[in-house]
């Protein structure tokens, strides 16, 4: 797939971005297109189906590709009504809401969270994301790149 | 300092987050005020005074408060006329452009960057931030918690 490139105004010559599929450790630029996409980047399913999550897509900008950071960026994006599976696991989140507005449940509790608001979850602590409004709800979330796999917890229906 | 809370319209309690003193890995949420603000966020000076950087804002979001991920966030601002020192070293910068638009030197060229654009710097790359516009120029910064000093490169002045 060759990376799609966006014009700049800038008088300097632009070295295309690599290609997904390409590795390397070269400085580079992802382009922001319009509608929290970005150049090169394409969105894949949030976890193998059959699992408890609804209308989630993910993006990985950073970390997968070559570079020798201790940390991923990816760009989660859960449509309306959808939400991500509640669990749990030894590594932590960091969340920056972006795009729409959304809820986070920390453990026993749910919050409304919205533009730049910032969450941190704490290893262990039982999570998830929902998105109860009419626009998409969008946000970074920074991981350890070496990380454990989630435990997804049930939910009973009484 | 007691951290200040945004007002928010969710029915769920919230407990205040934990102000920047106090170190703990209790998930907690940071909560955007307008303008590029977080509460119980402070800004710091960028670097100590006298090296080659001006009218740059520095501010902590996560990292440094008791959490054991590998990395750091934070919140860069520069000023109109502001820029950061010009620099490389081993450890990559990762920065989401945020606020207004500036531009970035990447070794020998310069590039406009803008909203959500995405830019990653590799090890040793000289590099260096500018706001030549007339708003300020905001970025979130993740680096490495375990990381070497930025060696600062002097610009020569023929």
Redesign the interface.
């Known amino acids: 797939m060759l990376p799609e490139i966006k014009a ?3 008088s ?3 070295e295309p971005p690599l290609s997904i599929n390409q590795k390397s ?8 297109k319009e509608g ?1 996409r ?1 150049s090169s980047v394409k969105a894949d399913k949030y976890k193998k189906e059959g699992q408890s999550w609804s209308s989630v897509i993910r993006m990985a ?2 970390g997968d590709f070559g ?5 991923s ?1 990816r760009y989660f994006e859960i449509l309306p009504k959808g939400y991500s599976s509640l669990e749990k696991h030894k590594h ?1 989140h ?1 969340v ?1 809401c ?1 795009r729409g507005r959304g ?2 449940t ?2 026993k ?15 262990d ?1 039982i ?1 998830q994301f929902l998105n109860p409004f009419e626009e998409p709800f969008g946000f ?1 979330c ?5 990380r454990d796999k989630p435990i997804v917890i049930e939910e009973k229906n009484d």
């Not at 570079?67 to 940390?71: A, P, T």
């Not at 920074?142 to 070496?146: A, E, L, P, S, T």
């Open positions: 700049t105004k800038s300097c010559e632009w450790n070269k400085s580079r630029i992802i382009r922001h929290f970005w900008l950073i570079e020798s950071v201790k940390f960026l932590e960091v920056i972006i809820k986070v920390l453990d509790k749910t919050y409304k969270v919205g533009y730049l608001d910032t969450v941190y979850i704490s290893p602590t999570h970074f920074i991981v350890d790149k070496k």
